[in-house]
């Protein structure tokens, strides 16, 4: 039983446009949510986070928002990229060192 | 590079071996962490240390057997494993305690069990 969800298992999106990425819990208890992004052949890496008693977080391209009644969030990229390009991750933590990942969306920026 | 390295980065083993993933990171951390990543699967959390001391065990089957010599340094003991071990292992680190702590992955060890 997933507990973080990420239907889209890939997105493709033109370069300059906007890329969206969402992702649905189902554990209220989550009190934390971050992204990860992931390159062929590297480890995630951090992109952004989230607390549960936000709604919105910006870091320049990258802005994420919660809504935690919907138990969504999602991830906006404004301007998209080709170097956008990779695996994003949603994860999700509810105390203590667990941390739970989504399956993860490919997303491909065209040029 | 993120401070976090693995090795080796690819690793064949017949079912009846013994290896082990090495994992070693400089960036002070006291926390660190093993996932499973199989195709098309969200990462899997096998096993966290935290300033060495074991703190999350995920259901993992007695063939995977961690350890943490120090807090810089983790391994992963491999045994008698099946096929379907076979998958991404990534190694994170992470300072302190969550929420909100970002971890440090390295690149991973791509194991194939044959």
């Known amino acids: 039983d997933q507990q973080v969800k990420q239907n889209s298992p890939s997105l493709s999106v033109q370069e300059g446009r906007i890329s969206i990425l969402n992702c649905d819990y189902t554990?209220?208890?989550?009190?934390?949510f971050l992204w990860y992004k992931k390159y062929p052949a590297e480890g995630p890496t951090f992109l952004i986070s989230?607390?549960?008693?936000?709604d919105k977080n910006e870091d320049g391209r990258f802005t994420v928002f919660l809504n935690k009644s919907a138990k969504h969030l999602s991830l906006h990229i404004v301007p998209s990229q080709p170097g956008d390009s990779a695996v994003y991750f949603c994860?999700?933590?509810?105390?203590?060192?667990?941390?739970?990942f989504g399956a993860g969306t490919r997303l491909f920026v065209k040029a | 590079e993120t401070g976090v390295t693995q090795t080796p980065r690819h690793l064949v083993m017949g079912m009846t071996n013994k290896k082990s993933l090495k994992c070693e990171q400089h960036?002070?951390?006291?926390?660190m962490y093993w996932y499973k990543q199989s195709a098309k699967k969200p990462l899997e959390l096998m096993f966290v240390?935290?300033?060495?001391?074991?703190?999350e065990n995920n259901s993992v089957p007695s063939r995977f057997s961690p350890e943490c010599p120090n807090s810089s340094h983790l391994f992963l003991h491999l045994h008698t494993l099946q096929p379907e071990d076979s998958a991404l292992y990534l190694c994170?680190?992470?300072?302190?305690?969550?929420?909100?702590?970002?971890?440090?992955f390295g690149q991973g060890t791509r194991l194939t069990v044959v």
């Open positions: 994170a680190s992470s300072r302190g305690q969550p929420p909100g702590t970002e971890a440090f």
């Open positions: 554990n209220s208890m989550f009190d934390y």
């Open positions: 989230i607390s549960s008693i936000k």
């Open positions: 994860a999700a933590e509810a105390g203590g060192f667990k941390t739970i």
């Open positions: 960036l002070g951390h006291n926390a």
């Open positions: 240390y935290s300033l060495e001391e074991r703190v």
